[in-house]
């Protein structure tokens, strides 16, 4: 119990825990904030075709809602192989102050990918990721998938996200669009 690993999930892994865990509650974290800012050549688009995929960025007043595990501590190295293999593109391991929803607080690790990482993309408007995402496809599926489950998950957890909640207002516009005959 005392070494076990709390890991906190912003993004894929609110809905995708492909790992074994002992625990899992809603949880937040404070001064980040979850952004469309990292590429994704291996899972959402390609080298050539990069998708864009979420990370966080410091935002001292703000607060990001997503799902925490509780691994147990002899299962800690397997998940951690495991993980440290899926987000290889450009992730770092970090340790935050967490809050459960239950009141709990833990410190619990995240992956980050710094902006000084080789696939980080940063900022554009909204229009222009929008459109990224919109168009990205790659080894895990389309990027616009992963921006819906994300957005249904969150809503799941009763979550407030504008950033994600635009995006998928544009991208679902620009499905619809698509779809229009003669267009
Ligand atoms: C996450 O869900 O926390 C996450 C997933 C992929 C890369 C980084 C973070």
Same mark, same amino acid.
């Given at each position: 119990?005392?070494?076990?690993?709390?890991?906190?999930?912003?993004?894929?892994?609110?809905?995708?825990?492909?790992?074994?865990?002992?625990?899992?509650?809603?949880?937040?974290?404070?001064?980040?904030?979850?952004?469309?800012?990292?590429?994704?050549?291996?899972?959402?688009?390609?080298?050539?075709?990069?998708?864009?995929?979420?990370?966080?960025?410091?935002?001292?007043?703000?607060?990001?809602?997503?799902?925490?595990?509780?691994?147990?501590?002899?299962?800690?190295?397997?998940?951690?192989?495991?993980?440290?293999?899926?987000?290889?593109?450009?992730?770092?391991?970090?340790?935050?102050?967490?809050?459960?929803?239950?009141?709990?607080?833990?410190?619990?690790?995240?992956?980050?990918?710094?902006?000084? =990482?080789?696939?980080?993309?940063?900022? +554009?408007?909204?229009?222009?990721?929008?459109?990224?995402?919109?168009?990205?496809?790659?080894?895990?599926? +389309? =990027?616009?998938?992963?921006?819906?489950?994300?957005?249904?998950?969150?809503?799941?957890?009763? +979550?407030?996200?504008?950033?994600?909640?635009?995006?998928?207002?544009?991208?679902?516009?620009?499905?619809?669009?698509?779809?229009?005959?003669?267009?």
């Amino acid at each position: 119990m005392n070494n076990d690993l709390w890991l906190f999930g912003y993004g894929s892994l609110i809905w995708k825990a492909d790992f074994e865990f002992v625990e899992r509650c809603p949880a937040n974290i404070t001064g980040w904030a979850r952004r469309f800012w990292q590429g994704s050549h291996d899972h959402r688009g390609t080298p050539d075709a990069p998708g864009r995929v979420v990370t966080l960025i410091d935002a001292p007043d703000e607060h990001c809602a997503g799902m925490a595990y509780r691994i147990a501590a002899p299962q800690v190295p397997t998940v951690l192989a495991h993980l440290d293999y899926r987000e290889k593109n450009g992730y770092d391991r970090v340790e935050t102050n967490t809050t459960l929803s239950d009141g709990r607080t833990v410190s619990a690790l995240i992956y980050i990918a710094n902006p000084d =990482n080789f696939a980080h993309l940063g900022d +554009a408007d909204e229009q222009t990721i929008a459109q990224q995402i919109h168009t990205s496809n790659g080894p895990s599926g +389309a =990027n616009r998938d992963y921006l819906i489950e994300l957005h249904h998950a969150l809503i799941e957890l009763g +979550a407030v996200d504008n950033h994600v909640a635009r995006l998928f207002e544009l991208v679902d516009l620009m499905g619809q669009n698509q779809q229009l005959p003669g267009s």
